[in-house]
């Protein structure tokens, strides 16, 4: 029965990324703010979800290891899976917005996270409402920076989206996000069933099984939109999912309840956290050098490869 919910998750998850696709390019003509803008605020609500329902549920509990585990896991999954394989499907052109906020945000909240947790052992609700403060403040910035260019990369767009109604970018909207949602929790269910069978750790689970289930929807949504040549929604729905899994996912569960560090798990400071900044830190040589703002199919490559290194390590 749990291959079937994998299954069905999969079909699930990919059925509702192409609906959010389609639902931000609509978007991005309705409110004329970039499409990279839209990929990292409706497509990053959408998919960090699950996210947030595992890790407030682990958090509730008392299982930090899985809170933890889960979005540190999907963090690296991100990058090392899911932009591995859509720059090898198709070599991405970065925006050069991309370095001045973007990724300097992504590493900010990497470092903070990792200082709040070294500190005591654990993510408080005060620190967990300074994460959430600091997300809404960079959507701020990122919107009006975003208005004031009237580019709006709308190139390689269907102009046809431009006249799409309201309504049915909301019922887009909706059946995309239900899609992932629901999709996500078949998936991660049928995932955990699996591992528990063939008994692997809760943190072992949390970090690779699951990390990778809650990252099945960046996955479809990015493939899809690199298929269509939506290059900057790929992007900025992988950024903006890393910012806001630190951000929302385990501020939220924090404010909720406190996340405790397991000192049985000592490997999620001394190592896993320095995957996922080593991950996030690679991405400005790997847009500089050689060929510069496009990650390619070798990068690709590199990235996915070292991705299958981390997940031997972790299940070792």
């Known amino acids: 029965m749990s ?74 999954a991100n990058i090392g899976l899911v932009l591995g394989i859509t720059a090898i499907i198709s070599p991405l052109a970065v925006d050069k917005e991309f370095y001045k906020l973007n990724w300097p945000m992504m590493m900010l909240l990497s470092f903070v996270l990792y200082y709040f947790l070294k500190n005591d052992g654990v993510l408080t609700a005060i620190e967990g409402a300074i994460l959430l403060v600091a997300l809404v403040i960079f959507l701020v910035v990122l919107i009006r920076s975003s208005r004031k260019s009237t580019k709006a990369n709308i190139d390689e767009v269907d102009d046809a989206l431009a006249a799409v109604s309201n309504f049915k970018i909301i019922m887009w909207l909706l059946i995309g996000a239900a899609g992932l949602y629901f999709g996500s929790l078949w998936l991660v269910d049928g995932a955990k069933e699996l591992a528990t069978t063939i008994g692997i750790s809760d943190y072992a689970i949390s970090v690779t099984v699951i990390a990778i289930g809650t990252s099945v929807p960046e996955l479809a949504a990015s493939v899809i939109a690199a298929l269509k040549k939506e290059k900057a929604i790929s992007l900025g729905n992988l950024i903006g999912s890393n910012i806001f899994n630190i951000a929302s996912v385990l501020g939220l569960t924090a404010m909720i309840k406190p996340i405790v560090v397991n000192p049985e798990t000592p490997e999620i400071l001394s190592t896993n956290i320095f995957w996922m900044i080593g991950f996030a830190a690679i991405l400005i040589p790997f847009i500089i050098i050689p060929k ?19 997940i031997y390590i972790a299940l070792k």
């Open 292 to 310: 510069r703002f496009e990650i390619g199919r070798i990068k690709g490559f590199l990235l996915f490869g070292a991705y299958l290194a981390f």
């Open 3 to 76: 291959v079937f919910w994998v299954i069905a998750g999969l079909a699930l998850l990919v059925v509702g990324g192409d609906f959010l696709v389609r639902a931000s390019v609509g978007l991005s003509f309705k409110l004329k703010i970039s499409k990279l803008v839209i990929g990292m605020t409706v497509v990053s609500f959408a998919t960090s979800a699950p996210e947030l329902l595992v890790s407030l549920q682990a958090a509730l509990e008392g299982v930090s290891d899985i809170a933890l585990g889960n979005v540190i896991g999907s963090n690296i």
